[in-house]
């Protein structure tokens, strides 16, 4: 018999703090900023090309931070889902021992995952489940 430490399959991180979310500026909004700078920057004083190119080595950065998020997710989906094809047809009982049976399917969602029995119970992966 094992016991479920963790399992909660999601497919992009949804813990992220409020603060931290309202201090930092997504893809578009940078590309956005960066092309109106350039467009209202006054011709008899153009910016300096260091700093031009440190904008444009921050879009270079930004850029690839999407790319490996994007990665990082379907990685994250991809473990989600073999865990979940493994407890197919395995025995779970509940952390509190009401609930037990024969796992039929299981719903991988963003902040749980949850299985489905063959008596048509589910039950919630979560610390505490045990799976024989």
Partial sequence: MTTVNSM???????????????????????????????????????????????????????????????????????????NAEALIGKTVTSADGSVSGEVASVKIFSDATVATLTSGKEVVLETGVSVA
């Fill in 8 to 82: 909660s399959g999601g497919t992009s991180g949804a813990s992220t703090s409020t603060a931290g979310t309202a201090k930092t500026v997504d893809y578009n909004a940078f590309l956005q900023l960066l092309i109106a700078q350039m467009k209202n920057q006054d011709p008899t004083s153009p910016m300096d090309s260091s700093q031009y190119m440190a904008q444009l080595a921050s879009f270079s950065q930004v850029e690839q931070s999407v790319t490996t998020n994007t990665k990082l997710d379907s990685l994250l989906s991809s473990t989600a889902l073999n």
